[in-house]
């Protein structure tokens, strides 16, 4: 018996299929079954599946002699459905990578030692809810919003009355596990019609005594740009009256589940008036027959107070258009309300401004950004921590995120952006510490000093580079960056090669100031116990040899996410005494990426998610190897002195794509690979920390390093905020506004 029986059916997606059924058949995890379900498909859908079946024996095809509709369709599949649990896969959906090892795991994760079936070995959950994103026509990708949920539904099974919140995630069919014995006892089957889902997935969540949750991205949903059903206009959107009489007979039907009468009462006042409201479901001239239709089954089976938002449905439909009028009138006066009280507020800001900058400037004050104003990190957070110890008087203010302040340390003097606090600080102060540029609104006064950190050093093309790179500046105004860069007084370099770029990318006046890279004094002071309180913290156990993987972001595919190395079996391919630490490139903190896979991972504790720990430095100095693809991180880790593996499968793409000022397959810091077959071989020999490796990395330090030698932030407070004369290692140089260069050089 397969542990998995996936049931598709197949109805004019013939341009989808393939990569659908691909998704299933090229699972890391194979022991799965697939139906397919012809729906009397009038395209290719039929050929394409029997083509499937002919070369792979888990797929099996119906063909079904007629249309019946989706819901009906998928019945037909499940007599033929051997596996222990059931998956309903829509045909132009897929699977994610990984996305059934993940599902195994979680089922064993969750199994009852001795299930309502008897001692026959553990029983999984009756129904495993997980994850999706949907991915739109033009290339988009959105996680579900309401993934917390999952998550925080714990690491056990529960009853949907102990958690009543998971019935808020969207109630479909194709985003849950079904265990096959617990469907056939309970006999649930689809009913005809739209909205098929709906008598499916409430009974189903009611009725289940063990439901549990994975919190990763197991579908991508396609949000297509025409087919979609329930996007078509058409008078089956009334289906959905019928669908939840459904719902209300089974209710009525278990007297135990009578408590969710009012909930479900809700939830169908809710969906219908969903549907009325979208403009592309039902034709006008029958919108006040669905809206009748609605309000009679919402009083038949009204059982409590009625909700504030659907009392419309107590009175007529004329009063509901007045009301739904209304509701738009009153949103455009607010729009435009805002509108007007966004260009009042300009002009008073102008004027404070310009009344503000008669006032001399403060030559004790410094204000400090870095990462567009994410907290006291990198090259400006390490100037900062110098300048209070070496230039005490000179006070120093954080322009932080309002959502970032309660992560500052102590005592930090802060404002948030575009505050009237903001405007008075910038007003006067004398030096600005960024590693980004600021605002444009924020106007350079004379004789105040701009300070670039940069934030390492680059290998990816920047600036004014960009523009012959137009799918990696997309989204980038670079003349506007070039304009504010023209404020900047020094830029900061840690090496030859980045002033070199600097002086090519951003072709304005400043001064290039050879001090090496603040935020790195610490890896070039580090001890070799500096990085166990790190290690602690991560619950790292004691003796385990920490790999770092830090993949950079791609400009080549939409949101800049692609799962290059498949964590858990790196993970498990280093064996006993390792422990893999997974940094994700900032840019992607918030997208789809940690919910494709890493956040579980992280919680059933085969990897630790460091994705937001604040100081990259920490986690570098935790670390015995790092593993990268063309993150700048290696250039900084360098300073280091230990292993570094460069993971170079699609150097190619992304060289093309973006934009590399050097070949880093051929100066590598270390060894090269090209495959994750090369990585695990890498260090199942231990060649990663041989003697080419240190030669490698040798050469590479002696060209990126050069000007770090542990005092870069004392030396920025001492030249440029004390006026001191400092010995650096190399003297600074006046970059002119340059043209543009076609090979690195000075100039």
Known sequence: MPRFSIIVPVFRVQGFLRECLDSVLDQSYTDLEVIAVDDCSPDGCGAILDEYAARDPRVRVLHLPRNVGLGRARNAGMPFAGGEFLLFLDSDDTLTPGALRAVADRLDETAAPDGPDGPDGPTGPDVLVFDYARTYWWGGTRRNVLAHLLSEAGDGTFRAVERPEILDLLMVVWNKVYRREFVEREGFTFPPGYYEDTPWTFPVMLSADRIATLDRICLNYRQRRQGNILSTTSRKHFDIHDQYERVFAFVDSRPELARWR????????????????????????????????????????????????????????????????????????????????????TRSKRGWSAAHGLRPLDPGLAVYSAFSHRGV???????????????????????????????????????????????????????????????????????????????????????????????????????????????????????????????????????????????????????????????????????????????????????????????????????????????????????PARGAGLSELHRRGVVVDATDEPHVEELMLASDVLVTDYSALLFDYANLDRPIVVHADDWGAYAASRGAYFDITADAPGHVTRSYEELARLFASGAWRDAESARLRAGFRARFCAFDDGRAAERVVRTLMLGEHVEGPAPSVQVPAQAEHDVLTSS
């Open 377 to 591: 990190l990198g090259d400006p957070g390490a100037v900062y921590r110098a300048a209070r110890e070496l230039a005490p008087h000179i006070r120093g203010v954080w322009v932080v995120r309002a959502d970032q302040v309660a992560l500052l340390p102590p005592g930090v003097e802060h404002v948030t952006p575009d505050s009237l606090d903001y405007r008075r600080v910038t007003a006067r102060a004398t030096y600005f510490v960024n590693n980004v540029n600021w605002p444009g609104s924020l106007v350079k006064r004379e004789g105040s000093v701009h300070i670039h950190t940069h934030q390492g050093t680059p290998l990816k093309y920047m600036g004014a580079d960009l523009l012959g790179k137009p799918g990696a500046r997309h989204g980038f105004d670079v003349p506007q960056m070039l304009r504010r860069a023209d404020r900047w007084d020094y830029s900061l370099v840690a090496n030859r090669h980045s002033e070199l770029v600097w002086d090519r990318a951003y072709p304005c006046h400043f001064t290039s100031l050879r001090t090496g890279s603040p935020r790195n004094d610490l890896l070039v002071r580090a001890r070799p116990e500096d990085g166990l309180r790190v290690r602690a913290r991560l619950g790292i156990p004691a003796g385990h040899r920490v790999v770092l993987y830090a993949p950079t972001r791609r400009d080549y595919v939409r949101g800049g996410h692609l799962d290059r190395v498949d964590l858990a079996r790196f993970a498990d391919d280093l064996g006993e005494g390792h422990t893999l630490v997974v940094r994700l490139h900032p840019s992607l903190v918030d997208g």
């Open 262 to 345: 009012p909930y479900l009462h809700r939830k169908m006042g809710e969906h219908c008036l969903d549907i009325l409201a979208k403009p592309d479901r039902l034709p006008a001239s029958d919108k006040g027959e669905f809206f009748a239709r609605t309000a009679a089954l919402f009083r038949e089976h009204r059982s409590g107070p009625v909700p504030p938002e659907l009392r419309v449905l107590l009175g007529g439909y004329t009063r509901y258009r007045a009301r739904r009028q209304a509701a738009r009138a009153g949103g455009e006066l607010v729009r435009r309300g805002q509108q007007v009280r966004s260009a009042a507020v």
